[in-house]
């Protein structure tokens, strides 16, 4: 008999791989500036303390791609509690920042389903269109620089 844990993590997975070629169009049609500053504020303040990790070669940018490099350790250290899912609680603690209506709002572009807690295609497809909208001359790689410009304060 298969356990509910083991069961739950296969599906995870497989609806990861079914739904991500879905994910990955999402996040890459979406390549330019886009958004109120609101929105942009709050995207860079989640890629701010995830730029080095995302960075995988140390190259000085990120590109949408790294994100599935480096996604998995990410996701589990958001995801406190282990459910494969990361909470608005969650949320709030990985990120991070002291800017939490960004935080918030963030959250809220992140949960595709509206069921207050992101699951594994959600927070890949929210990191990938973050990197992709603050990528802001569209050359396809988010530098310092441009994450900077949309820092607040």
């Excluded at 282990?82 to 709030?92: C, D, K, L, N, T």
Aim: with cysteine.
């Amino acid at each position: 008999m298969v356990n509910g844990r083991y069961r739950n993590t296969v599906s995870t997975f497989a609806a990861t791989v079914v739904l991500g070629f879905a994910g990955d169009a999402l996040a890459e049609s979406n390549t330019s500036p886009a958004g109120s500053e609101a929105e942009l504020a709050a995207h860079a303040v989640i890629i701010n303390p995830l730029f080095d990790e995302l960075d995988c070669e140390s190259l000085g940018y990120v590109q949408p791609g790294e994100v599935d490099e480096h996604a998995g350790p990410i996701f589990s250290s958001f995801d406190i509690d282990r459910s494969f899912g990361i909470s608005r609680a969650e949320w709030y603690g990985g990120a991070i920042s002291k800017e939490n209506s960004l935080v918030a709002l963030s959250f809220e572009m992140a949960d595709a389903n509206s069921d207050t807690s992101l699951n594994y295609l959600e927070f890949t497809t929210y990191l990938k269109r973050a990197v992709s909208t603050l990528d802001s001359n569209g050359d396809g790689e988010l530098s310092p620089a441009e994450l900077r410009a949309y820092l607040p304060g």
